[in-house]
Protein backbone atom coordinates (compact mmCIF):
# COMPACT_ATOMS: atom_id res chain seq x y z
CA UNK A 1 0.00 0.00 0.00
CA UNK A 2 1.10 3.86 -0.79
CA UNK A 3 -1.07 5.79 1.77
CA UNK A 4 -0.13 6.37 5.17
CA UNK A 5 -2.30 7.80 8.21
CA UNK A 6 -0.64 9.16 11.75
CA UNK A 7 -2.61 10.62 14.19
CA UNK A 8 -1.17 12.83 16.72
CA UNK A 9 -3.98 13.86 19.05
CA UNK A 10 -2.65 16.02 21.26
CA UNK A 11 -4.18 19.23 21.65
CA UNK A 12 -4.01 22.49 23.60
CA UNK A 13 -7.88 22.90 23.94
CA UNK A 14 -11.19 20.97 22.82
CA UNK A 15 -13.19 22.65 20.85
CA UNK A 16 -16.90 22.08 21.76
CA UNK A 17 -17.80 20.87 18.17
CA UNK A 18 -14.93 18.50 17.78
CA UNK A 19 -15.30 14.74 18.04
CA UNK A 20 -12.14 13.37 17.11
CA UNK A 21 -10.02 11.46 19.17
CA UNK A 22 -7.80 13.99 21.00
CA UNK A 23 -5.99 14.60 24.41
CA UNK A 24 -5.86 17.77 25.76
CA UNK A 25 -1.82 18.84 27.30
CA UNK A 26 -0.53 15.90 28.51
CA UNK A 27 2.96 17.46 26.84
CA UNK A 28 5.04 15.16 29.31
CA UNK A 29 3.39 11.96 27.47
CA UNK A 30 3.95 13.00 24.02
CA UNK A 31 7.46 11.29 23.95
CA UNK A 32 5.94 7.86 25.22
CA UNK A 33 3.10 8.59 22.52
CA UNK A 34 5.34 9.04 19.55
CA UNK A 35 7.81 5.91 20.58
CA UNK A 36 4.22 4.29 20.50
CA UNK A 37 3.63 5.27 17.09
CA UNK A 38 6.79 4.16 15.59
CA UNK A 39 6.71 0.40 17.22
CA UNK A 40 3.13 0.22 15.46
CA UNK A 41 5.00 1.46 12.03
CA UNK A 42 7.72 -1.15 12.57
CA UNK A 43 4.83 -3.69 13.20
CA UNK A 44 2.80 -2.68 9.75
CA UNK A 45 5.95 -1.61 7.76
CA UNK A 46 5.36 -5.10 5.62
CA UNK A 47 1.79 -3.59 4.31
CA UNK A 48 3.74 -0.54 2.71
CA UNK A 49 5.83 0.19 -0.36
CA UNK A 50 8.97 0.88 0.45
CA UNK A 51 8.41 4.74 -1.24
CA UNK A 52 4.80 6.10 -0.55
CA UNK A 53 2.61 8.65 -2.77
CA UNK A 54 1.38 9.85 0.76
CA UNK A 55 1.54 11.08 4.19
CA UNK A 56 -1.19 12.84 6.27
CA UNK A 57 -0.11 13.71 9.82
CA UNK A 58 -3.48 14.62 11.29
CA UNK A 59 -4.62 15.24 14.92
CA UNK A 60 -5.37 16.82 17.40
CA UNK A 61 -3.40 19.38 16.60
CA UNK A 62 -0.34 17.31 15.25
CA UNK A 63 2.07 20.87 16.02
CA UNK A 64 1.22 21.07 19.20
CA UNK A 65 3.41 18.09 19.97
CA UNK A 66 6.19 18.37 21.76
CA UNK A 67 8.78 19.78 19.09
CA UNK A 68 11.61 16.41 19.81
CA UNK A 69 8.65 13.71 19.56
CA UNK A 70 7.39 15.39 16.51
CA UNK A 71 10.26 15.24 14.67
CA UNK A 72 11.06 11.49 16.31
CA UNK A 73 7.84 10.85 14.11
CA UNK A 74 8.60 12.22 11.18
CA UNK A 75 12.11 11.35 10.87
CA UNK A 76 11.03 7.83 11.20
CA UNK A 77 7.99 7.80 8.35
CA UNK A 78 8.88 6.61 4.80
CA UNK A 79 9.77 8.91 2.17
CA UNK A 80 6.57 9.99 0.10
CA UNK A 81 5.57 12.01 -2.62
CA UNK A 82 3.02 14.12 -0.68
CA UNK A 83 3.46 14.76 3.00
CA UNK A 84 0.61 16.58 4.89
CA UNK A 85 0.62 17.44 8.20
CA UNK A 86 -2.38 19.70 9.70
CA UNK A 87 -1.25 22.58 11.82
CA UNK A 88 -3.32 25.20 14.20
CA UNK A 89 -2.31 28.53 13.18
CA UNK A 90 -1.07 29.64 16.35
CA UNK A 91 1.18 27.07 16.32
CA UNK A 92 3.20 27.50 13.22
CA UNK A 93 6.50 29.46 14.15
CA UNK A 94 10.10 29.69 12.26
CA UNK A 95 10.88 26.91 14.15
CA UNK A 96 8.74 24.88 13.58
CA UNK A 97 8.59 25.87 9.74
CA UNK A 98 12.10 24.64 9.67
CA UNK A 99 11.40 21.61 11.69
CA UNK A 100 8.65 20.74 9.10
CA UNK A 101 10.84 21.16 5.79
CA UNK A 102 13.90 19.62 7.33
CA UNK A 103 11.89 16.13 8.04
CA UNK A 104 10.12 16.16 4.28
CA UNK A 105 6.98 17.58 4.95
CA UNK A 106 5.80 19.21 1.60
CA UNK A 107 1.99 20.78 2.40
CA UNK A 108 0.57 22.03 5.54
CA UNK A 109 -3.49 22.27 6.06
CA UNK A 110 -3.74 25.32 8.26
CA UNK A 111 -7.15 24.83 10.86
CA UNK A 112 -8.84 28.78 10.24
CA UNK A 113 -12.02 27.30 9.85
CA UNK A 114 -12.85 31.56 10.31
CA UNK A 115 -11.91 34.95 9.83
CA UNK A 116 -14.69 36.65 12.14
CA UNK A 117 -13.26 36.70 15.60
CA UNK A 118 -16.59 36.47 16.92
CA UNK A 119 -17.66 33.46 15.13
CA UNK A 120 -13.58 32.04 16.26
CA UNK A 121 -14.82 32.89 19.74
CA UNK A 122 -17.87 30.93 19.18
CA UNK A 123 -15.85 27.66 17.62
CA UNK A 124 -13.41 28.59 21.08
CA UNK A 125 -10.66 28.48 18.63
CA UNK A 126 -7.31 29.93 20.24
CA UNK A 127 -6.08 31.43 16.86
CA UNK A 128 -6.76 34.89 15.84
CA UNK A 129 -7.07 36.41 11.92
CA UNK A 130 -3.60 38.01 12.52
CA UNK A 131 -2.08 34.46 13.42
CA UNK A 132 -3.93 33.05 10.50
CA UNK A 133 -1.96 35.21 7.87
CA UNK A 134 1.56 35.45 10.04
CA UNK A 135 1.23 31.21 9.84
CA UNK A 136 0.79 31.35 5.90
CA UNK A 137 3.47 34.49 5.81
CA UNK A 138 5.77 32.23 8.35
CA UNK A 139 5.69 28.94 5.90
CA UNK A 140 6.29 30.74 2.75
CA UNK A 141 9.38 32.22 4.31
CA UNK A 142 10.25 29.06 4.45
CA UNK A 143 9.53 27.89 0.97
CA UNK A 144 6.73 26.33 1.31
CA UNK A 145 4.53 26.07 -1.77
CA UNK A 146 1.30 24.03 -0.74
CA UNK A 147 -0.48 25.23 1.94
CA UNK A 148 -4.50 24.32 2.44
CA UNK A 149 -6.79 26.28 4.81
CA UNK A 150 -9.86 24.64 6.61
CA UNK A 151 -12.56 26.86 6.56
CA UNK A 152 -16.23 26.38 8.17
CA UNK A 153 -19.91 27.47 7.41
CA UNK A 154 -22.96 26.86 9.32
CA UNK A 155 -21.42 28.26 12.21
CA UNK A 156 -24.09 29.77 15.06
CA UNK A 157 -24.91 33.61 14.36
CA UNK A 158 -22.71 33.70 10.88
CA UNK A 159 -24.56 35.37 7.84
CA UNK A 160 -23.80 35.13 4.23
CA UNK A 161 -21.98 38.27 4.42
CA UNK A 162 -19.71 36.64 7.28
CA UNK A 163 -19.13 34.00 4.57
CA UNK A 164 -18.59 36.02 1.71
CA UNK A 165 -15.99 38.03 4.24
CA UNK A 166 -14.63 34.95 4.75
CA UNK A 167 -13.81 33.40 1.05
CA UNK A 168 -12.60 36.78 0.54
CA UNK A 169 -10.04 37.39 3.73
CA UNK A 170 -9.24 33.40 2.24
CA UNK A 171 -8.75 34.29 -1.01
CA UNK A 172 -6.51 37.03 -0.16
CA UNK A 173 -3.70 35.04 0.80
CA UNK A 174 -3.80 32.66 -2.42
CA UNK A 175 -3.58 29.24 -0.86
CA UNK A 176 -3.20 26.02 -2.81
CA UNK A 177 -6.14 24.43 -1.33
CA UNK A 178 -9.76 25.47 0.48
CA UNK A 179 -11.49 22.85 2.55
CA UNK A 180 -15.10 24.59 3.23
CA UNK A 181 -17.17 22.32 5.23
CA UNK A 182 -20.39 22.83 6.56
CA UNK A 183 -20.23 22.59 10.35
CA UNK A 184 -21.47 19.45 11.91
CA UNK A 185 -22.50 19.12 15.32
CA UNK A 186 -22.26 15.83 16.40
CA UNK A 187 -24.80 14.85 19.02
CA UNK A 188 -23.67 14.77 22.21
CA UNK A 189 -21.06 17.60 21.99
CA UNK A 190 -21.22 20.23 24.67
CA UNK A 191 -21.78 22.40 21.30
CA UNK A 192 -24.78 21.22 20.18
CA UNK A 193 -26.04 21.23 23.42
CA UNK A 194 -25.19 24.99 23.92
CA UNK A 195 -26.09 26.06 19.66
CA UNK A 196 -28.29 23.10 18.84
CA UNK A 197 -31.51 25.86 18.54
CA UNK A 198 -29.38 27.69 16.10
CA UNK A 199 -27.77 25.39 14.48
CA UNK A 200 -31.35 24.11 13.82
CA UNK A 201 -32.40 27.58 12.38
CA UNK A 202 -29.10 28.03 9.86
CA UNK A 203 -30.03 24.74 8.20
CA UNK A 204 -32.41 26.11 5.28
CA UNK A 205 -29.23 28.22 4.49
CA UNK A 206 -26.39 25.44 4.21
CA UNK A 207 -27.42 24.80 0.24
CA UNK A 208 -27.43 28.61 -0.40
CA UNK A 209 -23.87 28.76 1.54
CA UNK A 210 -22.41 25.71 -0.12
CA UNK A 211 -23.67 27.40 -3.41
CA UNK A 212 -22.08 30.50 -2.32
CA UNK A 213 -18.73 28.85 -1.50
CA UNK A 214 -18.69 26.78 -4.77
CA UNK A 215 -19.78 30.15 -6.99
CA UNK A 216 -16.85 32.45 -5.23
CA UNK A 217 -14.29 30.03 -5.33
CA UNK A 218 -14.15 28.60 -8.93
CA UNK A 219 -14.94 32.46 -10.16
CA UNK A 220 -11.59 32.83 -8.46
CA UNK A 221 -9.85 30.21 -10.98
CA UNK A 222 -9.88 27.15 -8.09
CA UNK A 223 -11.24 23.52 -9.13
CA UNK A 224 -14.35 22.05 -7.38
CA UNK A 225 -12.70 19.00 -7.74
CA UNK A 226 -15.02 17.34 -4.47
CA UNK A 227 -17.98 18.00 -2.78
CA UNK A 228 -15.94 20.48 -0.12
CA UNK A 229 -12.51 20.71 -1.44
CA UNK A 230 -11.35 23.36 -4.00
CA UNK A 231 -7.51 24.08 -5.35
CA UNK A 232 -5.45 26.87 -7.52
CA UNK A 233 -5.31 25.16 -11.18
CA UNK A 234 -1.53 26.46 -11.60
CA UNK A 235 0.17 25.29 -14.97
CA UNK A 236 2.11 21.80 -14.31
CA UNK A 237 0.97 21.29 -10.75
CA UNK A 238 -2.18 18.96 -9.98
CA UNK A 239 -3.07 20.98 -6.03
CA UNK A 240 -5.27 17.94 -5.13
CA UNK A 241 -5.07 16.76 -1.98
CA UNK A 242 -3.51 13.95 -2.79
CA UNK A 243 -3.86 11.58 0.23
CA UNK A 244 -7.82 12.15 0.70
CA UNK A 245 -8.17 11.44 -3.15
CA UNK A 246 -6.77 8.00 -3.11
CA UNK A 247 -9.35 7.67 -0.20
CA UNK A 248 -12.26 8.71 -1.65
CA UNK A 249 -11.35 6.78 -4.93
CA UNK A 250 -10.88 4.05 -2.34
CA UNK A 251 -7.42 2.99 -2.18
CA UNK A 252 -6.21 0.53 0.99
CA UNK A 253 -4.33 3.05 3.37
CA UNK A 254 -2.57 1.88 6.67
CA UNK A 255 -3.41 4.20 9.88
CA UNK A 256 -1.48 4.52 12.80
CA UNK A 257 -2.19 5.81 16.42
CA UNK A 258 -5.05 6.19 18.65
CA UNK A 259 -8.16 5.85 17.46
CA UNK A 260 -7.00 5.42 13.99
CA UNK A 261 -8.36 3.98 10.76
CA UNK A 262 -7.27 1.33 7.99
CA UNK A 263 -8.21 -0.42 5.24
CA UNK A 264 -6.59 -3.82 4.33
CA UNK A 265 -7.10 -6.30 2.20
CA UNK A 266 -10.95 -5.92 2.78
CA UNK A 267 -11.20 -5.48 6.36
CA UNK A 268 -11.20 -1.91 8.38
CA UNK A 269 -9.70 -1.53 11.52
CA UNK A 270 -10.03 1.10 13.99
CA UNK A 271 -7.51 0.97 16.61
CA UNK A 272 -9.84 1.97 20.07
CA UNK A 273 -9.57 5.31 21.66
CA UNK A 274 -7.88 4.81 24.45
CA UNK A 275 -4.57 7.00 24.70
CA UNK A 276 -3.40 4.64 27.55
CA UNK A 277 -4.37 1.42 26.42
CA UNK A 278 -2.84 1.95 23.17
CA UNK A 279 0.60 3.21 24.15
CA UNK A 280 0.75 0.37 26.98
CA UNK A 281 -0.18 -2.09 24.54
CA UNK A 282 2.95 -1.10 21.72
CA UNK A 283 5.32 -0.87 24.95
CA UNK A 284 4.70 -4.22 26.08
CA UNK A 285 5.44 -5.36 22.14
CA UNK A 286 1.85 -6.06 21.15
CA UNK A 287 -0.50 -4.70 18.64
CA UNK A 288 -2.65 -2.00 19.74
CA UNK A 289 -6.33 -2.79 20.99
CA UNK A 290 -8.78 -2.44 17.76
CA UNK A 291 -11.69 -3.40 16.46
CA UNK A 292 -12.11 -5.01 13.05
CA UNK A 293 -14.88 -4.97 10.46
CA UNK A 294 -14.71 -7.47 7.55
CA UNK A 295 -16.20 -5.19 4.34
CA UNK A 296 -18.05 -7.66 1.98
CA UNK A 297 -17.83 -6.61 -1.70
CA UNK A 298 -21.64 -4.98 -1.66
CA UNK A 299 -20.20 -3.07 0.98
CA UNK A 300 -17.43 -1.83 -0.63
CA UNK A 301 -19.42 -1.20 -3.64
CA UNK A 302 -21.53 1.15 -2.17
CA UNK A 303 -19.15 3.18 -0.41
CA UNK A 304 -16.89 3.31 -3.80
CA UNK A 305 -20.06 5.02 -5.10
CA UNK A 306 -20.59 7.66 -1.81
CA UNK A 307 -16.87 8.37 -1.92
CA UNK A 308 -16.80 8.69 -6.18
CA UNK A 309 -19.53 10.60 -7.00
CA UNK A 310 -18.06 13.64 -4.79
CA UNK A 311 -15.40 13.71 -7.24
CA UNK A 312 -15.57 16.21 -10.40
CA UNK A 313 -14.06 12.88 -12.40
CA UNK A 314 -16.42 10.25 -14.24
CA UNK A 315 -17.39 7.74 -12.18
CA UNK A 316 -17.48 4.02 -13.92
CA UNK A 317 -20.39 2.00 -12.87
CA UNK A 318 -18.86 -0.84 -13.83
CA UNK A 319 -18.60 -3.20 -10.80
CA UNK A 320 -21.27 -1.32 -8.90
CA UNK A 321 -24.33 -2.49 -10.92
CA UNK A 322 -25.55 -4.28 -7.86
CA UNK A 323 -25.97 -1.36 -5.92
CA UNK A 324 -27.23 0.94 -8.18
CA UNK A 325 -31.33 1.55 -9.08
CA UNK A 326 -31.58 1.99 -12.66
CA UNK A 327 -34.59 3.46 -12.60
CA UNK A 328 -33.12 6.10 -9.78
CA UNK A 329 -30.41 6.97 -11.87
CA UNK A 330 -32.74 7.63 -14.85
CA UNK A 331 -34.41 9.81 -12.60
CA UNK A 332 -32.03 11.90 -11.83
CA UNK A 333 -30.28 12.37 -15.21
CA UNK A 334 -33.48 13.29 -16.01
CA UNK A 335 -34.11 15.94 -13.11
CA UNK A 336 -30.71 17.87 -13.93
CA UNK A 337 -28.71 15.92 -10.72
CA UNK A 338 -26.86 13.10 -12.88
CA UNK A 339 -24.78 13.57 -16.17
CA UNK A 340 -23.88 10.64 -18.01
CA UNK A 341 -20.43 11.06 -19.46
CA UNK A 342 -17.58 9.07 -21.00
CA UNK A 343 -16.45 6.79 -18.68
CA UNK A 344 -19.15 6.78 -16.79
CA UNK A 345 -21.56 9.29 -14.43
CA UNK A 346 -21.19 12.25 -12.46
CA UNK A 347 -23.19 14.69 -10.47
CA UNK A 348 -24.10 17.86 -12.09
CA UNK A 349 -23.58 21.12 -10.02
CA UNK A 350 -26.31 21.20 -8.65
CA UNK A 351 -26.37 17.52 -7.97
CA UNK A 352 -23.05 18.51 -6.35
CA UNK A 353 -24.63 21.03 -3.84
CA UNK A 354 -27.19 18.44 -2.69
CA UNK A 355 -24.71 15.91 -2.47
CA UNK A 356 -25.24 12.51 -0.44
CA UNK A 357 -29.13 12.95 -0.59
CA UNK A 358 -28.49 12.27 -4.94
CA UNK A 359 -26.27 9.55 -3.82
CA UNK A 360 -28.68 8.00 -1.24
CA UNK A 361 -31.60 7.97 -4.18
CA UNK A 362 -29.46 6.18 -6.25
CA UNK A 363 -28.63 3.07 -4.30
CA UNK A 364 -31.03 0.44 -4.57
Not at 30 to 47: I, N, Q
Not at 275 to 293: C, K
Amino acid sequence: MRHLYVHLPFCVHRCGYCDFVTAVGRVEEHGAYADAVLRELDRERTLLASRLATVFVGGGTPTFTEPTALAHVLAALPEADEVTVEANPETVTAELAVLLGDHGVTRVSLGAQSFRPRLLEVLERRATPEDVRRAVQTLRDASFDNISFDLLYGIPGQSAADLDADLADALALAPEHLSCYELEAKPGTRFTHAHGTELRRQAEAMEDYAARVAETLTGAGYRWYETANFCRSDAGRDLRAHHNLAIWRGADYVGLGVGAVSTVDGVRRRNLPSLAGYVGALTRGEAPPRELEPLDAETRQVERLMLGLRLDEPFSLAGAERVVDPAALERLVAGGLVERVEGGVRLTGRGRLLGGAVTVELLA
